[in-house]
């Protein structure tokens, strides 16, 4: 996951248009005192007046003056300011033209893109179910030997990264030679042969751990990879190049164990564009969800044909009563510039209805059922609506449900499903999403898990990372996978009475208590902080840090997760997803400070505004 250079691109071309009404020369100062101030929802929608203004022109001037702003505000370098603009430009510029000002969806639009509203209130909409949900809840364990599978995500591999190219450069991601500077024998910072934290996985990552997978975990039943196979390198994405992309990852997953896949933001081209079937489009998404229905075939057989109609499907496991129903999370991600649509949809494509019915069948049927998906529902970067849509339908399923497996932050964390999310407690703890740390080591060593489970339900027993230490010299000789720490074994002894037997089950309750001793017992708390991130960076997280953090643990739903709107940058509000991407690690560590260079490097530029104006002018006269 990465924050889409449009989205700072708009901030400044806010900055920007708004200030044709103020003092040029204070402008940076002016607008940033606006945005700090809490009362600037309106401000935000009288920039939309002008936003909507300059889409009126049509794509092409929108994507040039926005793409202008970029690369004078030096927000971006002016290759990345020209791809991702002329990427994402022309949908933004779709949506601001079909916008309401003053609607749900502005007032959306205002907060994910400028921090200026508050979330809007959830849309109140009751998910139809054929039946009333059973007194019946999850099973006990039956304490036969477990099975056994291997939990793998976001491993972004970049087909161009170069051994010996520099990793210190000023883009996204580096290890590619973007400038003969940057080139092998050229620069002072060469990467190594197995990746660096600046870069994106090169295949000899992928092909090491995939061989560790296979040596760790031989009698693993199946593998759950929860999506973006895709580089970062989100200015230059294609079609094409995300095709060769997920067809060498289908290839090299070919070794793992039986794989079930979701579609991750980055499988999309543009990045994160999902259109729901409703909007009709020249950039349709139609072809990845072909491909993906292809490139499933071996592991899905005939159900692998369902992906056609939305990127989802759901299949029987078979080696056990299990089923698995795979969801395209992106047709609720706030990064999703199809979902802004004039009335937003309830169920974009229908897909909740089709969860609802797969459920029932599933619950008809006896079976136990894993959701997996890329983003899990309860972040803030879920939509507060379609979230709390798809937990009443986590609700309703909730003793068919064994559990949920997602990615998308690279970190390695957990969310809580209550009944009550207003009052959790322990005693109303439904279900648990768990996500997966990433192979691209963006976010700190490359990782991933075995997860031990009960053969007859399902329910999860433990969760083992392994990791491979990029920080260690020695890692450029070759990874060495390690055993980094169970789950069971790190948290089991901080609950009453101690959760130690190995044919115990990791219930929502545990978890629940689990999140109690965080709150009780700091040692504990930083050592799950510390574990995030398998060790790498870890941040300070005390205070307020950890009241939210501990907040987002005990919210699978959106809007129960304590994320607040920080005016120009709501997109983080702790490290989750953080990509410590060079140069911006600091400025991502923190709420709000991701604007403030780009409004600090305005303010130093007199006459910014001016410049950009009178470009776009000389090139529309005639
Ligand atoms: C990257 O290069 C700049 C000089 O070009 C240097 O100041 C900086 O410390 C380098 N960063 C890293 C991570 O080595
Ligand atoms: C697609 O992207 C690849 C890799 O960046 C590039 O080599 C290719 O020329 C692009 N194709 C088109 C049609 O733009
Ligand atoms: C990784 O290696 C670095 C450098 O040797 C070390 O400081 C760090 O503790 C190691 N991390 C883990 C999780 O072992
Ligand atoms: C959770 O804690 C409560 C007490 O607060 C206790 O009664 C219950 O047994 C605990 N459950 C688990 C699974 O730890």
Redesign the pocket.
């Known amino acids: 996951m990465r924050l889409s250079p449009a989205l700072y691109v708009l901030v400044a071309a806010g900055s920007l248009t708004q200030a044709a009404a103020v003092d040029k020369r204070d402008l940076a100062s002016e607008i940033w005192a606006d945005i700090e101030s809490a009362a600037s929802c309106t401000a935000c929608e009288a920039l939309l007046v002008v936003l909507k203004g300059l889409a009126a022109f049509g794509n092409t001037i929108f994507v040039d003056t926005i793409t202008e702003v970029c690369k004078l505000s030096g927000a971006d370098d002016p290759d990345v300011c020209e791809g991702a603009v002329a990427l994402e430009g022309p949908i933004l510029a779709q949506d601001l033209r079909g916008m309401t000002v003053g609607s749900h969806t502005s007032t959306l639009f205002c907060n994910t893109f400028f921090g200026l509203c508050p979330f809007p209130a959830v849309t109140p909409y009751s998910v139809t179910f054929p039946s009333p949900k059973p007194a019946t809840t999850r099973p006990a364990v039956s304490g036969q030997p477990p099975l056994t599978f291997v939990h793998i995500s976001d491993i972004h591999v970049d087909q161009f990264y170069e051994t010996g190219a520099s990793y210190n450069c000023t883009k996204p991601i580096c290890c590619r030679p973007y400038t003969a500077a940057d080139a092998p024998g050229n620069n002072g910072y060469p990467a190594g042969p197995y990746g660096n934290t600046a870069c994106d996985a090169p295949v000899s990552l992928e092909d090491s751990m995939f061989a560790a997978i296979n040596s760790i975990a031989p009698n693993a039943a199946f593998t759950i990879f929860t999506g973006d196979i895709v580089d970062h390198a989100v200015w230059l994405v294609n079609e094409t190049q995300v095709t060769a992309d997920i067809q060498d990852a289908y290839s090299h997953m070919a070794s793992l164990p039986h794989v079930y896949t979701t579609a991750g933001n980055h499988e999309a081209s543009p990045v994160n564009a999902f259109n729901p079937a409703a909007v009709k489009t020249s950039l349709d998404i139609q072809w990845l969800y072909n491909l993906l229905a292809t490139d499933n075939q071996p592991y899905l057989g005939s159900d692998a044909q369902e992906i056609q109609n939305f990127g989802a499907y759901s299949t029987k496991f078979a080696g056990g009563n299990l089923r698995i129903i795979s969801i395209n999370s992106n047709l609720y991600y706030k990064e999703n510039y199809w979902l802004y649509e004039k009335t937003m949809e309830s169920d974009p494509s229908g897909q909740l209805a089709w969860l609802v019915s797969e459920l029932d069948a599933a619950e008809q049927a006896g079976e136990n059922v894993y959701i997996i998906g890329h983003m899990a529902m309860g972040l803030d970067d879920a939509l507060h609506d379609g979230s709390n849509y798809f937990n009443q339908i986590v609700d309703r399923y909730s003793a068919t449900i064994a559990a949920l497996f997602f990615g998308h932050t690279h970190v390695d964390q957990f969310e809580i499903a209550y009944t009550d999310y207003t009052n959790p407690s322990f005693s109303n703890a439904l279900e648990v999403s768990y996500l997966a740390p990433s192979m691209t080591p963006t976010s700190g ?1 490359p990782a991933f898990q075995v997860v031990s489970v009960d053969p007859v339900t399902f329910g999860v027993l433990d969760i083992t990372t392994y ?1 491979a ?5 020695s890692y450029q000789n070759g990874p060495t996978w ?1 055993e ?1 720490y169970s789950a069971k074994q790190a948290y089991g002894p901080l609950v009453d009475p101690p959760l130690t037997d190995p044919t115990a089950e990791l219930t929502p309750a545990f978890w629940h208590n689990v999140t109690v001793a965080f709150e009780n017992d700091d040692t504990a708390f930083q050592s799950y902080i510390a574990h995030k991130s ?3 960076n870890v941040p300070s997280c005390t205070g307020d840090c950890k009241t939210s953090e501990i907040c987002g643990m005990r919210a699978a739903e959106a809007q129960y997760n304590c994320a607040t709107v920080t005016p120009g940058i709501n997109f983080r509000k702790r490290d989750e997803g953080l990509e410590r991407l060079p140069g911006v690690v600091e400025e991502r560590v923190c709420d709000g400070a991701r604007l403030r260079p780009l409004l600090s490097k305005l303010a130093a530029r007199d006459g910014l505004l001016e410049e950009m104006l009178e470009k776009v002018q000389v090139k529309y006269r005639e």
Do not use: E, L
């Not at 230490?469 to 010299?473: G, Q």
């Open positions: 060593p990791i230490n990029i920080s260690d010299p390690v980094y398998r060790g790498w």
